[in-house]
């Protein structure tokens, strides 16, 4: 998911540029540096071609670690949603490569229908199944992160500033969520016609004219927030069902932060929990309500750290540690629910969750989402509070993951589909679709299946290549679509203000 963080959502002390050199272990061009270096060689002499050569080598180049600088406060957010975004990666993975027959195991629970697998047991699972805990994660750490800066300005009692804030975050949401979206699908669908590539379970059109007209009016549905009807899915990349919710739960944030802006702070804590129970327990909102339970988290540790945190909060502080650890623990127990069925009574019959199912409101269709929501929110209230937590996420590697993330959630399906998809059948992997479609590469270089359900060496194997590619992609990905999400709309708003713009006042 998106790196939430933009410019004017953080400290402002930091320049936009230099800020994405304090976020990363790397250094990186934007995209508009080449382009205007590829222009100017249009008209320049041929003796500059050279810089020309340097800037597309950059762009392309291999990524440069340096060493970290200062860490942000909240860099261990960046870590944890980079980590997460690696879950589905690997998530995925698990699912696509043991086909659709056998992928149950994964998304069922320990003992269900006599079926007992290591990869299913409590809190392991969600090394291997771990994708959907990842995405209530992102929802979470989404409304943390896009309520950052206005929650400070609500504190300080800044309201003009507030009402500036708001409206530049609201200007950019949409393009800074469905740019990357729609660069990234064009691209895969073009490689179809492009290159005559066979993926399972799309349906190419007999022609390009007609493709880019499918792909146009499908992209412009999903990216359409009251569109009614139809698939949730866009099938040039159904991972991406998050990006709409993503964009939805956005709105919640901003709407609600003006809208507690002007209460007290009791009203306003109140309120955020009033809209929390509103989304779980009277409609089935619960992707909203993660969204929301970042937003009131953000606003506890703001008021904690002036130590104005409600008296019954406060006194809980000798507790901390105890229950902090103890919420991580129930956070990655409820993240591992089974979820490959959406019966409730199927998890009654799930060994350890029984009386689980009790507690399942009846507002809620699709019950994992409300174990999920729990998990999710005690996930990010603890990681801060555990330090060997909060520094595993600060790591340079997660930091790394942290910055690709999008790019990597929006990438990993169409390598999976294509790349991944041939290598797996070339190992052993086929199933029925490979043998008809891609019968030159079925069991062209065979790998032995011993090990782990789940942890086979003809699974582990092939990531010696499907992984690096992929980081690889995602860090492409970034310099040419993720962090010019960010700068363009950045730019854009820029120019609609106008000299001489004076603060918006709230109503």
């Known amino acids: 998911m998106p790196g939430d963080l933009d410019h004017d959502l953080v400290d402002t002390s930091h320049d936009p540029e230099k800020w994405h050199d304090n976020r990363n272990s790397c250094r990186f061009p934007l995209l508009w540096k080449p382009i205007i270096t590829i222009m100017t060689a249009l008209t320049i002499p041929s003796s500059t071609a050279s810089g020309l050569v340097?800037?597309?080598?950059?762009l392309f180049a291999l990524p440069s670690f340096d060493a970290l600088e200062k860490l942000r406060p909240t860099a261990y957010l960046d870590g944890l949603r980079g980590f997460a975004a690696f879950l589905v990666y690997w998530h995925h993975h698990e699912l696509w490569s043991h086909g659709l027959v056998r992928d149950a195991i994964f998304e069922?629970?320990?003992g269900f229908d006599g079926q007992h697998y290591f990869s299913a047991l409590p809190f392991v699972r969600n090394f291997f199944g771990g994708g959907h805990y990842a995405v209530a994660t992102f929802f979470v750490i989404s409304g943390?992160?896009?309520s950052v800066k206005p929650?400070?300005?609500?504190?300080?009692?800044?309201q003009e500033k507030l009402a500036d804030n708001l409206a530049s975050a609201l200007f950019r949401r949409w393009l800074r969520l469905f740019m990357p979206l729609i660069a990234t699908t064009f691209l895969f669908m073009t490689s179809w016609h492009a290159f005559g590539i066979w993926v399972d379970s799309a349906k190419p059109q007999s022609n390009y004219h007609d493709e880019f007209w499918w792909w146009y009016a499908e992209v412009k549905n999903f990216s359409f927030i009251y569109h009614l009807g139809g698939e949730p899915w866009l099938s040039y990349n159904f991972h991406l069902w998050s990006i709409p919710v993503e964009f939805r739960g956005s709105m919640v944030v901003y709407t609600s932060l003006l809208a507690f802006s002007r209460c007290t702070r009791k009203a306003r804590l109140w309120c955020q929990v009033a809209l929390i129970f509103y989304f779980v327990y009277i409609v089935d909102g619960t992707h909203y309500a993660l969204f929301s339970a970042g937003m009131l988290l953000n606003d506890l540790d703001l008021l904690a750290a002036k130590d104005e945190l409600p008296n019954f909060l406060a006194q809980l502080e000798p507790f901390s540690k105890h229950l902090f650890y103890s919420l991580f623990v129930v956070s990655f127990y409820l993240g591992g629910v089974p979820v490959h069925t959406k019966d409730i009574n199927d998890l009654a019959k799930t060994p350890g969750w029984y009386y689980l199912s009790f507690l399942k409101p009846q507002a809620v269709?699709?019950?994992?989402?409300?174990?999920?929501f729990w998990a999710g929110v005690f996930l990010v209230a603890s990681v801060p509070r555990i330090p060997w937590l909060k520094r595993f996420f600060e790591t340079r590697f997660c930091q790394y993951l942290g910055r690709i993330s999008f790019a990597l959630y929006l990438v990993h399906g169409p390598i999976l589909w294509t790349i991944g998809d041939r290598i797996y059948t070339a190992v052993g992997w086929a199933r029925e679709p490979q043998i008809t479609m891609l019968a030159n590469w079925v069991n062209k270089f065979?790998?032995?299946m011993a090990g782990p359900f789940g942890l086979e060496m003809a699974f582990l194997l092939p990531h010696i290549i499907l992984l690096?590619?992929?980081?690889?992609?995602?860090?492409?990905?970034t310099r040419l679509f993720d962090e010019p999400s960010v700068t363009f709309p950045n730019?854009?708003?820029?120019?609609?203000?106008?000299?001489?713009q004076q603060p918006t006042r709230l109503p």
């Open 491 to 500: 730019w854009l708003y820029k120019q609609v203000l106008g000299s001489g």
């Open 151 to 158: 929650m400070r300005l609500i504190h300080a009692g800044e």
């Open 468 to 477: 690096p590619l992929t980081l690889y992609v995602a860090e492409i990905s």
């Open 365 to 372: 269709y699709d019950y994992k989402w409300f174990y999920l």
């Open 54 to 58: 340097n800037r597309l080598a950059n």
């Open 108 to 110: 069922q629970g320990y």
């Open 144 to 146: 943390y992160v896009l």
């Open 446 to 448: 065979p790998l032995p």
